[in-house]
T-cell receptor, first 118, second 116 residues
Framework: AQSVTQLDSQVPVFEEAPVELRCNYSSSVSVYLFWYVQYPNQGLQLLLKYLSGSTLVESINGFEAEFNKSQTSFHLRKPSVHISDTAEYFCAVSQPPYSGGGADGLTFGKGTHLIIQP | NAGVTQTPKFQVLKTGQSMTLQCAQDMNHEYMSWYRQDPGMGLRLIHYSVGAGITDQGEVPNGYNVSRSTTEDFPLRLLSAAPSQTSVYFC???????????????FGPGTRLTVT
């Protein structure tokens, strides 16, 4: 079984300030890691993912996340946030299909609401 | 390429009524799933399917039924709606094969259900 912990349910930050959203996971097998973003009244969109290779992954809108295997973390960072980044952010893990872990479904954290203050 | 579509977008039911939430995908994905999203709870897996004719229960299956007669469609049925089923429901799909078989899921826009 796998689980995801997002340590902060809400993170308020001023516009143009840096932000870090924390995510820790547990799993007995190798996992893939994802960050999804949900803007108000919308569905979930993939923000970035770690599958293998370089432990630092980036999104097109300035977010980055670093996979740290020893600390089982996948924290999301942005050096300067904009008001348009206001959203709910979900960290998720999955096991490779056919790995014997049961459902291929993503296991989600409970989400972090990023609140940008002008 | 429409991706994952869900209907309806909004629905109000009375306690005890039944209904079906529709989900369809046009990406030929083997895996489809239903989640419910509640404040402070994140997304919880209701049911999933790894291919036509195969379904299984997720974390919170009680009160819901699913079937998968085709690769494209994965409807979710509420047999006798209860106020506890008031939630936002998301359907998602993913590929299980090849380089695309990472578990990355594509989500529909959601159905907002209120049971009174």
């Amino acid at each position: 079984a796998q689980s995801v912990t997002q340590l902060d349910s809400q993170v308020p930050v001023f516009e143009e300030a840096p932000v870090e959203l924390r995510c820790n996971y547990s799993s007995s097998v190798s996992v893939y890691l994802f960050w999804y973003v949900q803007y108000p009244n919308q569905g979930l969109q993939l923000l970035l993912k770690y599958l293998s290779g370089s432990t630092l992954v980036e999104s097109i809108n300035g977010f980055e996340a670093e996979f740290n295997k020893s600390q089982t973390s996948f924290h999301l960072r942005k050096p300067s946030v904009h008001i348009s980044d206001t959203a709910e952010y979900f960290c998720a893990v999955s096991q490779p299909p056919y790995s014997g872990g049961g459902a291929d479904g993503l296991t989600f954290g409970k989400g972090t609401h990023l609140i940008i203050q002008p | 390429n429409a991706g994952v579509t869900q209907t309806p977008k909004f629905q109000v039911l009375k306690t005890g009524q039944s209904m079906t939430l529709q989900c369809a995908q046009d990406m030929n994905h083997e895996y489809m799933s239903w989640y419910r999203q509640d404040p402070g709870m994140g997304l919880r897996l209701i049911h999933y399917s790894v291919g036509a004719g195969i379904t299984d229960q997720g974390e919170v299956p009680n009160g819901y039924n699913v079937s998968r007669s085709t690769t494209e469609d994965f409807p979710l049925r509420l047999l006798s709606a209860a106020p506890s089923q008031t939630s936002v429901y998301f359907c998602a799909s993913s590929s299980r094969t090849g380089l695309a078989g990472t578990g990355e899921q594509y989500f529909g826009p959601g159905t907002r259900l209120t049971v009174t």
